[in-house]
Each structure stands twice: as structure tokens, then as C-alpha cells.
């Protein structure tokens, strides 16, 4: 089993930043990858971050230059720093965890609200 349990989320002015955390626990070996996907109302989830054990990084357009992901093997925890915060960055967060043999699992979600 394995735990992913994020925090950092809150209400935020446009332009403003916030940094999520992810700490995992519990059976975390083979791992290949970690990010972070967000889902607004009324909207498909998406991802917007991930990280591969490599230290290799991949984010949409939409966060390109705004997002940050980064890993600290040594805490445990993976972080997402956003900057330059838009309204359109509204909405839930969640943090995964994809291991071998297509196994993934999911935060419980955090909220993101970026106020005009």
C-alpha cells in the first residue's frame, strides 16, 4: 500500500505562488515516476507535473515556465511550486505515484483556489 497525502493548498491572489507538497509512504519501491494532476469543475483531470526517477521533467503548455516540480528522496516528498498563479489554475490537486506494472496511486487532493 502506499500513501500520498499533499498539503500547501489554500487561496491565493493572481500572481501570487504557492508550493504543494506530496509525502509518501508505505510501499514505495519501483518507482517510476511522480506528478501531479489537477481538476477544475466541470473539467477533465489533467495532468500539470511530472518527475521520473531520472530527475527528468514534463509539464503542459498551460504551467510551462509558471510550474515547478522537484523530488527530495531523502523526505520522501515530492513538491509542485507554482508561480505566477491565474485564475484558470483553480481547482483540485492531486498527487500520484506510477510504479512498475502500471501501477498508480492517488492523493486525496488539495485544493487550489486563485482568486482575480
Known amino acids: 500500500q502506499v500513501q500520498l497525502v499533499e498539503s500547501g493548498g489554500g487561496l491565493v491572489q493572481a500572481g501570487g505562488s504557492l508550493r504543494l507538497s506530496c509525502a509518501y509512504s508505505g510501499t514505495i519501491f519501483n518507482i517510476i515516476a511522480m506528478g501531479w494532476y489537477r481538476q477544475a469543475p466541470g473539467k477533465q483531470r489533467e495532468l500539470v507535473a511530472i518527475i521520473s526517477n531520472g530527475g527528468s521533467t514534463n509539464y503542459p503548455d498551460s504551467v510551462k515556465g509558471r510550474f515547478t516540480i522537484s523530488r527530495d528522496n531523502l523526505k520522501n516528498t515530492v513538491y509542485l511550486q507554482m508561480n505566477s498563479l491565474k485564475p484558470e489554475d483553480t481547482a483540485v490537486y492531486y498527487c500520484?505515484?506510477?510504479?512498475?506494472?502500471?501501477?498508480?496511486?492517488w492523493g486525496q487532493g488539495i485544493q487550489v483556489t486563485v482568486s482575480s
Open positions: 500520484i505515484m506510477n510504479r512498475t506494472f502500471g501501477r498508480r496511486s
